[in-house]
Nanobody, 124 residues
Framework: QVQLVESGGGLVQPGASLRLSCAASGRTLSNYYMGWFRRNPGKEREFVAAINRNGGSISYADSVKGRFTISRDNAKNTVDLQMNSLKPEDTAVYLC?????????????????WGQGTQVTVSS
């Protein structure tokens, strides 16, 4: 069992940056592919980014490409999401997820473990 806890969310103005972190406990995170998703009320979880076990392969949603960067530190058992040039449409609860399957998955059903999420609000 992997427990995931996100942190780093907050209220920022458009154009600002935030860095989210996902800390894992229970299992070594290096055994898992990781993903970040976001969710708004009444909507499905939306894929944001995914990273393979050693950080050498990454995938992004088109909506965040060039602005967001996913990274991981297996020694610290963490996965981060650096978000730059934030827009109001980036407002959401951001969740990290872990999968023991092989692949940079954008579909939620591929992930076995989820955190509770951290709120990001982008507003002037």
């Amino acid at each position: 069992q992997v427990q995931l806890v996100e942190s780093g969310g907050g209220l920022v103005q458009p154009g600002a940056s935030l860095r989210l972190s996902c800390a894992a406990s229970g299992r070594t995170l290096s055994n898992y592919y990781m993903g970040w998703f976001r969710r708004n009320p009444g909507k499905e979880r939306e894929f944001v980014a995914a990273i393979n076990r050693n950080g050498g392969s990454i995938s992004y949603a088109d909506s965040v490409k060039g602005r967001f960067t996913i990274s991981r530190d297996n020694a610290k058992n963490t996965v981060d999401l650096q978000m730059n040039s934030l827009k109001p449409e980036d407002t959401a609860v951001y969740l990290c997820a872990a999968t023991s399957n092989y692949g940079l998955f954008s579909r939620t059903y591929n992930y076995q473990y989820w955190g509770q999420g951290t709120q990001v609000t982008v507003s002037s």
